[in-house]
């Protein structure tokens, strides 16, 4: 028999998630990285991360871009709070490749601004 988490469990653990992004004195990050673990861009979240979360979904408040990338292909994206602890890493990649976060192209340019289309959600599976 596979798991299942209730719609408030979910609830729970997405709110739960999203808080440690704002955990520490201001807003947390999102730091694309290589697969080396090199930093590509930094985006700083709105504090508090999340604009909402319900049932196991957590839709993100805004990502500030990056004006001037240090550059290179990411292939995850790293939430951390505002003391740089790590709180989720999510697979990234092209649109069509199944990753977590999707992008037109995963290899940026060094000095290229870089921005979230779109804020995104989170969402706690109920399995």
Known sequence: MSATIPNAS????????TD???????????ELQTVGNTEVSTHT???PAAA???NGVATMAAIAD???ATG?????AVF???NGVVRLTLSVGLGSSGEDIKMTSNVIPAHA???????????MPAS
Not at 72 to 76: D, F, I, N, Q, V
Not at 113 to 123: E, K, P, Q, W
């Open 66 to 68: 990056d004006a001037d």
């Open 10 to 17: 979910r609830a729970a653990m997405i709110k739960a998630l």
């Open 45 to 47: 979240l709105t504090d």
């Open 20 to 30: 440690l992004f704002d955990a520490g004195a201001g807003a947390g990050t999102i």
């Open 80 to 82: 951390k709070d505002s």
């Open 72 to 76: 290179g292909t990411a292939t995850k």
């Open 113 to 123: 601004v870089v921005s979230f289309t779109a804020s995104g959600t989170i969402t």
């Open 52 to 54: 909402s979360t319900t």
